[in-house]
């Protein structure tokens, strides 16, 4: 059966804010509010270095933090407190997810690490993601549960998606409208906060959840959803 294993990494966590400081695309949100945690002073110098340079200033002002011992002890209760709340419905998840996306998990093993900033990316490459040390617990289960979706659907159906003539943003905005999924029934024990997605998917989300409903498919549902991206 797969499992989530709970971290920190210095390197990961600084990789987080570079890469949200540094990309201003979230999909309707107010940038300046995921960046919150970021001084002007800075967000001046991530902005005018290079990625690997800005990700070394950034490791470089956690390190140096001068809460930084009494923020880690929060963190390591709040990284097992989301532990022992998500093994109650781990299991259940997996069997879920593999049964709607018509696939096994493409992995028995995944990797979540806790940032100190405010968004929670993920790696596709590595198949790792992240959770907020900011959020609740029932919020950063729903983030699991969505970055896990995103990894699964991507293995599975991006060069799917690829082959049937969907660009780059295409494929991201579908990855993100598919996680409506979240909210339906099938989720109803496992999901205690709903997964919001962003701003700009919402039209797209209700479109997908009626299609959805009409046999729950996941590869009919693709298949339709391919169509009216391209039309």
Known sequence: MATVKFNYNLNKDAWSWVL???????????????????????????????????????????????????????????????EKSWKIIEKKYFEVISKITQRPMFAEKFSCYFTTGLMCPYNEKEGWFMASMWHSVPFSITIICHEIMHLQFLYYYKNYLKKAGLNKNQIENLKESLTFLLNEPEFNEIILCQDAGYPEHSGAREKLKNIWLKNKNFQELIDEAITIIKK
């Not at 970021?38 to 933090?65: C, M, P, T």
């Open 20 to 82: 949200i400081a540094k990309d201003k695309e979230v999909w309707g949100l107010n940038w300046r509010d995921q960046i919150a945690h970021i001084s002007d002073e800075l967000l001046e110098k991530i902005e005018h270095a290079s990625f690997s340079r800005a990700q070394k200033i950034v490791e470089k002002y956690i390190e140096n933090n001068s809460v930084k011992k009494y923020k880690n002890k929060i963190m390591r209760l709040e990284m097992q407190a989301l």
